[in-house]
Each structure stands twice: as structure tokens, then as C-alpha cells.
DNA sequence: CATAAACTCTATAGTAACTATAGAGTCAAC
DNA sequence: GTTGACTCTATAGTTACTATAGAGTTTATG
């Protein structure tokens, strides 16, 4: 008496048909009473209460399978260690969303510079903020190869990174950097790339911070023509009596998902820290 | 010259041979060159370009399928609503870990109340700050009839909070109460359920504040022997002179799944809110 | 009581983004 | 020329279901 069709019991759990037959499979959740001549199933309203703990273990993220092994053995003792674990594996995958999220708002900030961009190859003034990078130090000249060589080295950076833990949501802004001295000496020459890290990551080896500073600014839309532009800024920076007062940077603002033959689409951002000469 | 057998390929991206040639299978990232005799895929190093992307937008949470048809369309006007939409995912799922996390917390902060629980049968003495909780009225006596009477109007309550849209995770923290003026008048009759939720949580219709009080507390572990304990609380209260203050409570502190025929198997905490008459 | 509508059964295929395997063929080095 | 490492296709498995087909059963209505 009181035995629920599987379809009763679904619509007062709030679930399907198939979930329940599926549990049923699983050994999860058997129908007190199967007719032997049709095969229907019919379940106690009290099977409700397993039901309740399955979707509430569910719900703390666990799978079938671990959640079937629990009924299985039955040890209560052991409830809050479980319980600890679901809550470390919630704490994980809360800051691997907030990476997500983070990564989502530079990039988002990144495109908007891009649409925002003075007109390609025009020059402009701006200070920007204090900043930080991880570093790495390739050896090559990029300027002196072709995008094939400066592939290769972001396929070194990025095994640098991953080897140092850094995540992933870092690999969205990434660029070059020529040292001051060498520019000093007229020369255009970079064996370094690094990526933006966060304000707050904690300094090790390879991580260095570029200061506050003026920047003349000069936006490029090919890898292709990085040099003519930067040529183009620091011409600038004679002509108006500027000096040079450290590093200068190329900065990849986008990358854009448009391939001409799967190459890379780039939008950058040539800067360099000036003062009054 | 330079094509990256996939081995290679895979080993200078840090992924497997089988993800580069499903990729290629869903026309997401196809070889440069296919050898037409033996089928062997070769990749150009340019090709990495494509596969950052592709990781890049599978970071932020797209699918495979979503990627392919950006790619497809290669509209760059439409990447900052995407992002904006990315964003608005990430910030749903953080929402819901929030919940799992809650849920999590409440279920440890029970199962050590329930593991560090005075004896069976003991009463004590508690202070228990404001709560706040949501109620819903069977207009059945719960105590009345049996366990299967509960079992449907616990099927109500959750009924009426998914209309209501209460997160899942407040589910496993429910009890009965009984008013102050039933239990003045000598009746143990209670028609009512409910389940704790946030303090934060907006009023509206069904929710209520259980004021903060000393009560008077003891425990049960089987629904079975509810009335048996609490006329032993009521008792106490008189025996000692204590003037009964508010509504009593029955708050179900953990549900332990352990099943005896599925049966529900619940650890209860009587209380009822005192002061020296 | 007959019929129709609603329900249930089993079995199979599909979902997403891969991983794992078998069995056959290919490449590079010694 | 042989070995070992590599690659190919094709298939099955993973999770927690959903969807479907085709056959049988229960329930409501006339």
C-alpha cells in the first residue's frame, strides 16, 4: 500500500524518470517493490529520505559512484573529513574562477584600449602605472628572426611559467622588453619576454617591477612593423628633446581570434618612459 | 621545412596527441600539411598562435563547439560581449560555489554539534542567537501521524521553497516547531516545517526571526521518540520553574545516511525558549 | 466492458572533451 | 636491416544524465 509509480516519485522529487530508473541501474536507489510479471517499479514515500541524500551529496559535488560507495560502507565517523575535503575542493575551484574572472577582465580592459586606440602610428603621451612581469630570458634576438623564432620562445616562456605554477590566466598579456642601456647604445636588440602578473604576486626570480612613469605611446597592428614604428617613437623622443629614462616595452594588448593562415593577429602597444630632457 | 610532427607539436604545447587530433576532426585546428600517403599530420610553428587562442577561449570557459564558430565567423566587433557574457557565467558559478560553501559549512558546524552532543537524553542549558527561518504551514498535524505523513510535507516545504526560488543548499538544515500559545494550552500539535536560512536573507512572506533566547535543549536521535523527550523537557521546565518564552523547536541537526530500510535516520535537537519564572 | 490516453518497460544512441586501447603501418637511428 | 619510437584509424570508455523507438500496462472515460 502506498507504493508510488516511478512517475509520482519523480514529479514529488522534482526529477526525471530516467534519472530514477538511472539510480536504479546504479544499485543508488532501488524501488522497494518490483512487479515480476511488468517489470514496474514501485517505490515507499520513505525512499524520499535516500533521495534527499543523494541530491544533497550531489550537491556538495560529489559523483554517483563516491556517493554509492558511501551508502555502501556506512561510516559515519568519517562524514566530516569528507565533508572537509568537499570544502578544500569548493575553496579550489572558488580561486580558480576568480583567475578566470581576472583573466576575463584584462582582457576585456585590453580590447577596450584596442578599440579606444589613437589612430595607428600616431603618438601619444601617458602615464602609466606601476606595473609587474615575470621574465624570461631567451638568449635570441627576437628582432633579428622571424615570427617563427619569437613563437618558439613564447613556447619557452609558458613552459617557464607552468613549471613555476603561474596560472594560466596570465598568459593573455604578454610582450618584450628592450633594457635602456641597450637602447642607449642605438641598438634594437631583445632576448626577453615577459607577461603581466598581478600587482599583488609574490616577487621571486624572474618577477621585477616597472615603474610609475610618462610614457610616449605608439600603437602597431603587425608584428611585422614593430620596428618601424618603435624607429618612429624614438625619433620622436630626439626630436621634442625627450630622454629616455628606462625600458622599453612592447606590449601585446590583443591577440585577435582572426588567423590569416593561423598566424598570429596581433594589436601592440610600443611604450617607453620619458622625462623633459 | 619546420613542420612539427604532432608529437611535437603536442610536447611544445603541453597537451596530448589525441586532443590535437580531435581538434583536428572538429576542423578547430587543422595540420598545416597531411602527408597523402601515410596520413601523418605535420604542424607549422605559426599554428601555436590558433592553439593559445583556442586555450585561451577554453579558459574563459567556452566550449569547443562556441570556438569553432567564432573562428568560423571571425567577427571581432562582437569579442567584448562575449567577454561581457563570460564574465556574467563566471560570476553565476562563483554565486553558486558560495552557496556549495555555505551548505558545507553548515553541514560541519552540525556534524560536530552532533559529534560532540550532551548525552541522549541529557538537558542542558544554551544560549542560541537570533535565527532566521523559512516556514511553511501543512495545515497537518506532523504528530499525528507517521513518518510517511512527514516524509510528504517535507515534499511541500521543498516544493514551495523551489517555487520560491531558496537555494538548494539551505535543504539540509530543517526542523517543526511548535507556538507558544499551542503549547500553553497543553497540546503537542504542530502543523508547521521549516528550514533555516541565511541572516542575510530577504524577508517575505514565510520567513520569520526566531529571537535569541536561553533554551533549555536535549537531544534525540530517532523521530520515533520526539515525544518522549520533549515531554521529559516540558517537565523539566516546570520542575524547575522556568517560564516558557517562545515557540518550541525541533531542529533536525544532521540526517546520517545510514539507511534502515531507507528510512530516514535523523540526529534532532529539542529546544524550547526559557526564562526563570 | 471496451477503448483511448497516459504511463512504463527495455534497449539504444547521444551529449562534451577528451583518454585509452588494438592492430596496423611509418620513421629515424644504428 | 632491424629495432624502437612514433603515428595512423577506429572503437570503446568516461559522467550523469536526456531522448527516442517500439512494445507492453494501467487508468480514466464512455
Known amino acids: 500500500m502506498d507504493k508510488l509509480s516511478i512517475g509520482r516519485m519523480a514529479e514529488l522529487n522534482h526529477t526525471s524518470v530516467q534519472t530514477l530508473r538511472y539510480y536504479a541501474k546504479l544499485g543508488l536507489l532501488e524501488p522497494e517493490y518490483v512487479d515480476e510479471n511488468t517489470g514496474y517499479r514501485y517505490y515507499g514515500i520513505k525512499q524520499c529520505a535516500r533521495l534527499d541524500m543523494i541530491n544533497y551529496m550531489k550537491y556538495l559535488g560529489m559523483s554517483l559512484d563516491n556517493i554509492k560507495a558511501w551508502f555502501d560502507t556506512e561510516n559515519v565517523e568519517s562524514i566530516p573529513e569528507m565533508l572537509q575535503q568537499q570544502a578544500a575542493l569548493i575553496e579550489h575551484k572558488m580561486k580558480e574562477l576568480d583567475q578566470m574572472k581576472k583573466a576575463v577582465q584584462v582582457s576585456i580592459k585590453n580590447y577596450d584600449t584596442y578599440m579606444n586606440a589613437p589612430e595607428d602610428g600616431h603618438i601619444v603621451l601617458q602615464h602609466i602605472p ?71 604576486f609574490e616577487m621571486q626570480a624572474g618577477v621585477e617591477i616597472i615603474p ?46 582572426v588567423f590569416h ?15 623633459r630632457g
Open 130 to 200: 606601476e606595473r609587474k612581469i615575470y621574465c624570461y630570458d631567451s638568449e635570441v634576438n627576437i628582432y633579428e628572426n622571424t615570427l617563427e623564432t619569437y613563437e618558439y620562445i613564447l613556447r619557452e616562456l609558458r613552459a617557464q611559467a607552468i613549471v613555476n605554477h603561474l596560472p594560466m590566466a596570465y598568459f593573455c598579456n604578454v610582450g618584450s622588453i628592450i633594457r635602456q642601456d641597450t637602447i642607449e647604445q642605438g641598438q634594437f636588440v631583445s632576448t626577453e619576454v615577459f607577461l603581466f602578473v598581478d600587482p599583488d
Open 212 to 257: 610609475e612613469h610618462d610614457y610616449l605611446c605608439i600603437y602597431c597592428d603587425s608584428f611585422f612593423y614593430e620596428r618601424e614604428y618603435a624607429d618612429k617613437l624614438f625619433d620622436y623622443v630626439h626630436e621634442q628633446g625627450y630622454e629616455v629614462i628606462g625600458d622599453y616595452i612592447c606590449e601585446v594588448v590583443v591577440e585577435l581570434p
Open 261 to 275: 593562415h593561423d598566424e598570429r593577429n596581433m594589436f601592440m602597444k610600443l611604450q617607453v618612459p620619458i622625462k
